[in-house]
């Protein structure tokens, strides 16, 4: 899939004329419209197998650019180029008639999403049990909840087996069991080498499933590369008004608005002397030095362990114990120390440290990504991402089974 210059907008009238009697009373009357600019020179490409992000607050064009690839609305200007089926979850309700069954908006659905008539009725059963609504089939859908509409639409949505599916953040509606069947189903469709475009709000879900994703900030796009980067972003456009009001270039890494500085982070044993391996079950000391150039009273700081996978393992902050800093005058500097017993996993792990103001929010003083690195070992790992301890037994029960006859011992 490649999107190249997509620009959509749309005419928002001054006056609505809504009867036939204002049209003959004043025939001669211009409309007058203001524009509404949903998008705005939007390019990237999605590669085969790929699942790519698209996130952005509410009314940043996600849903928008979703309806242009989905040929739902057409482009001002700009291409898109789709090679291979697609499937869409957009909207909920969407190409379903509330006055007819499930048996009739399954097949008609299927038959638009590219299933033959023959293979629609086919897998009609299959859709009806993955959304579990056998209760439910001669029920009109104009009667069903959102929760068990999300389930039909999804459910038709995934049998059309299509090369490429379209995903808005409507699937939040269902409950927590059946998202969990539709992760099952990501899962599987990244195993197959599907294409998907997921459109969420939900960053954890992001940096899960998502290869690359992609920022809109009003119609335009602000970031694209790594889930974790375009997540970080994302909070601060959220949340940090200094972060929303100059959106920075793409692939730039935001660090903060400069009024504080990490200034050196290190790890040390439990002897205090600095190192960077540990063995397993031992103490580890994250220590840091930070410079304030303003003055800022009881700022929080927060220590991120980071694993090779990219994963928040471990994650440290004064955020609970706020007021116990005191004031930090324009020039001086704090000593962060982070005592914990090491029970990571084998491997190398990184360490970032951020520096906010306090209160409600990410305002972001200083952010130093992979300020440091240390490694753990341990002989007999479990495989998991923690190596917690634990107690596990094995009993032999009851009287040992016969060996059927010519079956070796």
């Keep these: 899939m490649v999107v190249d210059g997509v620009s959509k907008g749309f005419q928002l009238p001054h006056e609505r004329t809504h009867t036939l009697k204002e049209r003959v009373l004043h025939p001669l009357r211009r409309t007058t419209y203001d524009r509404l600019h949903a998008l705005g020179d939007v390019s990237f490409t999605v590669e085969p197998g790929e699942f790519f992000g698209i996130v952005g607050r509410n009314g940043s064009g996600k849903s928008t650019l979703l309806k242009c690839l989905a040929g739902i609305y057409g482009v001002d200007s700009g291409t898109i180029h789709i090679d291979g089926r697609m499937s869409t979850f957009i909207e909920l309700g969407v190409g379903f008639n509330p006055d007819l069954a499930a048996y009739d908006n399954v ?8 299933l033959s008539p023959k293979e629609a009725v086919a897998r009609f059963d299959d859709v009806i049990a993955f959304a579990e609504l056998e209760e439910f089939v001669d029920l009109k859908i104009k009667n069903y909840s959102s929760g068990m509409l999300v389930r039909l639409a999804f459910s038709v949505a995934i049998e059309a087996e299509a090369d490429i599916l379209l995903i808005d953040e409507v699937l939040a509606v269902g409950d927590a069991a059946f998202q969990q069947k539709c992760f099952d189903v990501f899962n599987r469709m990244r195993d197959e080498g599907r294409t998907m475009l997921f459109v969420t709000h939900d960053m954890g879900m992001v940096e899960r499933f998502c290869d690359r994703a992609m920022l809109l900030e009003r119609g335009r796009m602000v970031a694209i590369g790594t889930p974790e980067d375009v997540s970080r972003r994302y909070l601060e456009l959220n949340f940090d008004e200094a972060a929303r009001a100059q959106p920075e270039q793409l692939g730039s890494s935001p660090r903060g608005d400069g009024s504080a500085e990490v200034l050196e982070v290190w790890t040390e044993d439990d002897t205090g002397a600095r190192a960077d391996t540990f ?3 031992g103490t580890c000391r994250v220590r840091a030095r930070v410079h304030f ?8 700081v927060s220590v991120v362990v980071v694993n090779e996978a990219a994963l928040n393992v471990f994650a440290a902050s004064n955020l609970s114990s706020a007021g116990e800093t005191g004031v930090l005058h324009p020039g001086s500097e704090a000593e962060v120390s982070v005592n914990f017993q090491n029970l990571l996993a084998p491997g190398r792990y990184d360490l970032s440290v951020v520096v906010s103001r306090p209160g409600t929010g990410f305002n972001i003083m200083h952010r130093h990504e992979r300020a440091a690195s240390f490694l753990v070992t341990n002989p007999t790992p479990t495989g998991g991402l923690v190596d917690l301890p634990y107690e596990l037994e094995v009993h032999a029960t009851g009287t040992p089974r016969p060996l059927p006859e010519g079956e070796p011992a």
């Design 293 to 300: 150039a303003v003055e800022v009273e009881d700022p929080v």
């Design 279 to 281: 063995g397993h079950g």
């Design 107 to 114: 097949v008609t659905n299927a038959i638009m999403l590219g």
